[in-house]
Every structure is written in structure tokens, then in C-alpha cells.
């Protein structure tokens, strides 16, 4: 048979759109040519496939040879064709069945000895398989990430050979297995809550925003334990659903990135550096890749000296929190990621580190604090500032909470607020918010009162009344009550700040 197809898969964002290559052998003079609209890494592929197939003691046909990458107007890069192209030239030229290559997608790249070579993102393609019940040829070293995927069938190979022998029935090769790894298994044993000292005021707002789902703001003189409050933050996180874990393992195998399999359902953490680009923390260049907020999927990203970020940088982020995905555009192509994450951002409340510090007038605080925009803070559910700790804090031997305590409650909150209705309480709409936190006539005229005094927004107002409703659940109260409010509004800190210096 001279034709032959192939299926394989592209890469587009978390996508994995199906390409069939289509191999077609005519006389004339030899001639290797690849259409359908690929970039130099896929031109590129001739000569592996050329080389693998040599080496492999395939014969390599003496005719004109087309390939054609449909469907046509999809951009196909990098070297994740090899494989099916070098399938496809094997059974056009008759030394493979036609019929033994329907229900398999193929995906590698080359080496010029036909060993094949690992490619990224194999979780969405092997995902958009499995929906479309086909089994998959997979590099040797994309193995272990291939193992998370529990849906679909799939084979790990080392050559082309390999692949050739099985397909044609001469030597079978074992299906790959799932990973299975257990909720006790996904938390780190070398953080606890319990190694921070004091700050318990501090500890309570992270069990909100762990139960609730909310953004956190630490402000705080330097050496308060901001950064080591956020690092144990996963710690007091139920572990990932698979559904959710997946999610965030795609994004991983975009760029490459293994992810340990004994503890992939631990929530992601992610710290990028203060001199990062708005592409790196939101994501984009030329050919579009996930930026931090992606990787922080599901998780918590951390941003440690928060007025040190560029303000455009910082505001690219306003879009995203709302949202939980990010859209880069570009001419060629448009690309969305998924950036469902927490943020705990944490600042010292002033350049000399403190606001009462001599070295710096209101004024000087101010022009500090104004390199975060008020946009960017009305989105931060809570705002807590964390004293300095004493001495007797600093030498005490007591023993306090452990991150598994804290969970265990974070865990039912959760749990409550799924059952009733269906998501997290930071990710209620303004309609569901009239269902599920009705406010009581007392609690409502209070919130109206402090409304009006703390002028705020509108946004802020529904996270004030978000926050409650997480407090009431960790309280086990049905209703909000005044003191779940009470509580909630207490957590302004950076508005508090702000209207002591404007005094």
C-alpha cells in the first residue's frame, strides 16, 4: 500500500488537538517533502527519520515521498512527529500492514540511531486518547509522568524496533501501569506549621483561606515569619482530586518538568523572585508557555516583597485572579492556561522595614505602599499584619498546633462548603452569593455600617461577606453570625494601615 495514516497529537496550550499524518509514496525522482504547515524542528525530521530508519535495517523507499500534517492550518513544532512519520514510511512501503497501526496514536522524537527520545506535553495528549479509545506508543523516559494518567492504555518503547515487533505480533510488549499513591503520601515531612513560633492571629487567617480558598496579604516588619507561614501553607491543604492534580501535571509536561509520582496530589508552590517579567509570572513569548500563575495551578503562588514587583507586572495578575485562566494572544496562534491559584503576597509595611520607624515619614510609606496598585489589593480577601515576637515567644517550648490538625478542620469546612454549593466560597458569583451567605437583618445593618466607615468597594464588600461565610463553616454555623462578620472584618489590615498615614 502506498498511502498510509498515522495519528498523532499537537500541542496547543493544554490542548491536544489530533494531526493525521498522512504518508503517500509516487515514482519519480526521490524526494522527501512534509506539508502541512511545520516549523523548522519539523522539517528538520527528515533526516532523522531518514537516519533511524537506516540504522533500524528498514528499507528506506527510493520514490517520492509526501507527508502531510493534517489538518493543515494548525502550526505543528518540535519533534513529536518522528515517530509517526517514521511509522507511516514503514507501512506505505508495505513492511507493515496498514491494518495493524488502526487504533494506535504514536508520539516521540528520533535519534539518529532510531532510539526514541522523550517529548512534552504527553498528559494531554494521552488524556484526548483515552476519550478517543485509542492506545499510545510513548517514549521510555516519558514513563513516569505517563503513570499519573489512569485512563486510556498505553505502551512505553525505547526504539522504533521495539515498536515494529509489537506491532507485527514478534515480540509483545506489556501494557504500562497507573501510578496508585495514597492521601497520607502527599504531604512533605520536612515543613510543619508547628515549627512556627507564636503569630497565631497569622495561623487562623491561613486556615480561612485554606478552608475558603482565599487570597492572603502578610504585612510585617522584617524576621515575623511571612515567608515561613506561606512555604507550610500546602501542608494545611487537603491533597488534589485526580481530576484537579491532572490539571496542574499538563501544565508541568508543557515545559518538560517531571513531577514526583509519590507526591503529585501535593499543592503546588511557587515562588518567583521579584525582578521577574510580567511573560514569566503570567506567561507568553512567541510560542505561547505557561508563566508562574499556571504552574501555581490548583496551588499557592508566593510573592515575598510584594512593592518590589514592577506595578504592570503585578497588574497583570488583577485579570487572572478573577478568572482563573489566562489568555496569551498572539499573531499566531491564541493559547489559554488554567491559573486557578491562591495568592499570599507579603510586604514590610514601609522601605526601613517598619511604619513606625523614624528613618521614614507617612509620607515615604506612602510612596512605597503605592507601587501596589488598590485595584490589586481590593482582590486580596485578607489582610492580616504580624507583630514582632517577644522574646518568652522566641524561647518557648511549647509545643503548638501541627499542620495535620489543621487540616483535619480545613478539610470538613470544605467539605461543607462543597456540599452545599459545589465550589469554594472565594469562587462564588454575586448571584450565588444571595443564595448561599444570606445575612441575617442584624448582621446585614452592621455590614452596611462598617461598608460606609471603611469605604469599601463593591468587590470588597462580597469578599468581606465570602470570608464570613468560610468562618461561619469552620464554626459550624449554619448562618453568619455577628461575630463570623466581626471576625471577617477585622482582616483589612492594609486598609487600616492606609488610613492611619492619610490622616
Given at each position: 500500500m502506498s498511502l498510509a495514516k498515522i495519528y498523532t497529537r499537537a500541542q496547543v496550550g493544554v490542548d491536544a488537538p489530533l494531526v493525521t499524518v498522512e504518508v503517500h509514496l509516487s515514482n519519480g525522482l526521490p524526494a522527501f517533502n512534509i506539508v502541512g504547515l511545520p516549523e523548522a524542528s519539523v522539517k528538520e525530521s527528515k533526516e532523522r527519520v531518514r537516519c533511524a530508519l537506516a540504522h533500524c535495517h528498514f528499507l528506506f523507499p527510493e520514490q517520492r515521498i509526501t507527508v502531510n500534517l493534517a489538518p493543515a492550518d494548525l502550526p505543528k513544532q518540535g519533534g513529536r512527529y518522528d515517530l509517526a512519520i517514521a511509522i507511516g514510511i514503514i507501512v506505505a512501503s508495505g513492511q507493515l500492514n496498514h491494518t495493524q497501526t488502526e487504533g494506535y496514536?504514536?508520539?516521540g522524537e528520533l535519534a539518529l540511531t532510531g532510539e526514541i527520545r522523550e517529548v512534552t506535553a504527553i498528559i494531554p495528549a494521552l488524556i484526548a486518547a483515552a476519550n478517543a479509545q485509542r492506545c499510545c506508543y510513548i517514549p521510555?523516559?516519558?514513563?513516569?509522568?505517563?503513570?499519573?494518567?489512569?485512563?486510556?492504555?498505553?505502551?512505553?518503547?525505547?526504539?522504533?524496533?521495539?515498536?515494529?515487533?509489537?506491532?507485527?505480533?514478534?515480540q509483545a510488549l506489556p501494557f504500562d501501569e497507573h501510578m496508585e499513591c495514597s492521601?497520607?503520601?502527599?504531604?512533605?515531612?520536612?515543613?510543619?506549621?508547628?515549627?512556627?513560633?507564636?503569630?497565631?492571629?497569622?495561623?487562623?487567617?491561613?486556615?480561612?483561606?485554606?478552608?475558603?480558598?482565599?487570597?492572603?496579604?502578610?504585612?510585617?516588619p522584617p524576621g515575623t515569619g511571612k515567608s515561613m507561614l506561606a512555604q507550610r501553607m500546602p501542608t494545611i491543604m487537603p491533597p488534589m482530586q485526580i481530576d484537579q492534580a491532572l490539571e496542574t501535571a499538563s501544565v508541568y509536561s508543557l515545559i518538560g518538568k517531571n513531577i514526583d509520582p509519590s507526591q503529585w496530589r501535593q499543592r503546588p508552590f511557587r515562588s518567583p523572585h521579584h525582578t521577574c517579567s510580567a511573560v514569566a509570572l503570567v506567561g507568553g513569548s512567541s510560542t505561547p508557555k505557561p508563566g508562574e500563575i499556571s504552574l501555581a495551578h490548583n496551588g499557592i503562588l508566593f510573592l515575598d516583597e510584594l512593592p518590589e514587583y514592577e506595578r504592570k507586572v503585578l497588574d497583570s495578575l488583577r485579570e487572572p485572579m478573577e478568572t482563573g485562566m489566562v489568555n496569551i494572544s498572539r499573531a499566531a496562534q491564541q493559547v489559554d492556561f488554567p491559573a486557578r491559584f491562591q495568592l499570599i503576597a507579603a510586604l514590610n509595611p514601609s522601605p526601613t522595614g517598619?511604619?513606625?520607624?523614624?528613618?521614614?515619614?507617612?509620607?515615604?510609606?506612602?510612596?512605597?505602599?503605592?507601587?501596589?496598585?488598590?485595584?490589586?489589593?481590593?482582590?486580596?480577601?485578607?489582610?492580616?499584619?504580624?507583630?514582632?515576637?517577644s522574646t518568652a515567644e522566641l524561647q518557648s517550648k511549647a509545643e503548638a498546633e501541627s499542620s495535620a490538625c489543621i487540616r483535619g478542620r480545613v478539610e470538613q469546612a470544605r467539605l461543607v462548603a462543597l456540599s452545599r454549593q459545589g465550589k469554594d466560597n472565594a469562587q462564588l458569583s454575586s448571584k450565588e452569593l444571595d443564595r448561599y451567605c444570606v445575612l441575617l437583618d442584624g448582621v446585614a445593618d452592621y455590614l452596611a455600617k462598617a461598608t460606609e466607615?471603611?469605604?469599601?468597594?463593591?468587590?470588597?464588600?462580597?469578599?468581606v461577606v465570602k470570608v464570613a461565610r468560610t468562618i461561619a463553616d469552620l464554626n459550624r454555623h449554619q448562618d453568619i453570625m455577628l461575630t463570623d462578620l466581626k471576625e471577617a472584618l477585622s482582616y483589612r489590615a492594609f486598609e487600616r494601615l492606609l488610613s492611619q498615614l492619610t490622616r
Open positions: 496514536e504514536f508520539y521510555k523516559a516519558n514513563q513516569m509522568m505517563a503513570s499519573l494518567v489512569s485512563s486510556g492504555v498505553r505502551k512505553s518503547v525505547l526504539s522504533l524496533r521495539d515498536v515494529w515487533l509489537d506491532l507485527g505480533g514478534q492521601d497520607e503520601d502527599q504531604f512533605s515531612a520536612h515543613i510543619d506549621m508547628n515549627e512556627v513560633k507564636g503569630q497565631a492571629v497569622a495561623k487562623r487567617v491561613l486556615e480561612i483561606a485554606a478552608a475558603g480558598g482565599h487570597n492572603v496579604l502578610f504585612l510585617g517598619c511604619h513606625n520607624d523614624k528613618r521614614s515619614t507617612p509620607e515615604q510609606v506612602l510612596r512605597y505602599l503605592s507601587k501596589v496598585s488598590g485595584p490589586f489589593i481590593d482582590r486580596i480577601d485578607l489582610q492580616i499584619e504580624l507583630p514582632r515576637l466607615k471603611l469605604h469599601l468597594s463593591p468587590r470588597s464588600y462580597h469578599r
